[in-house]
């Protein structure tokens, strides 16, 4: 680990030089604090003013919200961005960030031509592979729980009022961020490691995760809907199953790692 943590540290060093690079880090995890403040803001101080739900919408949102019995009209709207939207968000934020650096870990340095050092230096295949994934993995996961905690204190300090108790994260939420967003972000950096080894430019490299935004649509419509209601238990067993994917996605893109390929591909 010391001499992939200096390949990681090498990355870290030219990502902090770089506003853009570091722009790309950051950045998605505003967007999530921003969104999800501003929409239960929206609820918590014009609700009355954006029209009264239905008895049959209220039961709807009772039937796929988890843990809103009781709920007013007022409460239900807002705890509707917290348990379904905000997780979205911060699902979709490490993966955009994540994808942004891991990007940078082999067609960037092509792009920078510091690639050749790189890979005759003297660290073993493993302790390189594993020191690129750790540039994109360390600092979105750290970013991603500080961005959250943010977002919960901002988001119970305005809704105090209405709920009378500290009310976010509801338990599904504050799982689908601190487990899955790690998990599903690692999936998405590894299959950009996969693809920046061959890519030569970053933005060639970084469209391959894209293609994980699509499921997590997929399972929002289905909440909304009514289709899936998702529960404590639900997110624990997708943890662990996407912890085995991920696994298994580590281990083809460290088989499919070569340097000597990687020099002769120059």
């Known amino acids: 680990m010391d001499k992939a943590l200096l390949v990681a540290k090498k990355d870290w060093k030219e990502i902090f030089s770089s506003k853009l690079t570091l722009a790309s880090l950051i950045l998605p995890f505003i967007l999530p604090i921003l969104m999800s403040v501003s929409l239960i ?5 014009l609700g009355p003013e954006l029209g009264e739900l239905t008895p049959k919408e209220l039961e709807h949102l009772r039937a796929i919200l988890p843990g809103a019995s009781g709920m007013d009209e007022e409460q239900l709207s807002m705890y509707l961005i917290g348990a379904l939207i905000a997780p979205l968000l911060f699902l979709l934020a490490p993966l955009m960030s994540s994808s942004a650096v891991a990007a940078d870990s082999f067609a960037g340095e092509r792009e920078r031509k510091t690639i050749e050092p790189l890979l005759v230096a003297p660290v073993s295949e493993a302790e390189l592979f594993v020191g690129k994934v750790l540039v994109s993995f360390l600092p ?5 729980y500080a961005s959250f905690g943010i977002c919960c204190v901002l988001v119970n300090a305005m809704t105090i009022d209405a709920f009378g108790y500290i009310w976010f994260p509801p338990p599904t939420a504050a799982l689908t961020v601190c487990l899955i967003a ?10 950009v490691i996969l693809a920046s080894m061959k890519a030569s430019t970053v933005r060639d490299a970084s469209n391959y995760a894209g293609v994980l935004v699509l499921p997590l649509l997929i399972i929002l419509l289905a909440q909304l809907t009514g289709v899936l209601v998702m529960g404590t238990l639900h997110v624990v067993v997708a943890a662990v199953l996407l912890a085995l994917v991920d ?3 580590l281990k083809l893109a460290y088989r499919a790692f070569n340097r000597e390929a990687l020099i002769t591909s120059l």
């Open 41 to 45: 803001a929206l609820f918590a101080f």
């Open 140 to 144: 979105t996961t750290a970013l991603l």
């Open 182 to 191: 790690p998990l599903y972000a690692f999936l998405g950096l590894c299959l």
């Open 247 to 249: 696994a298994l996605v």
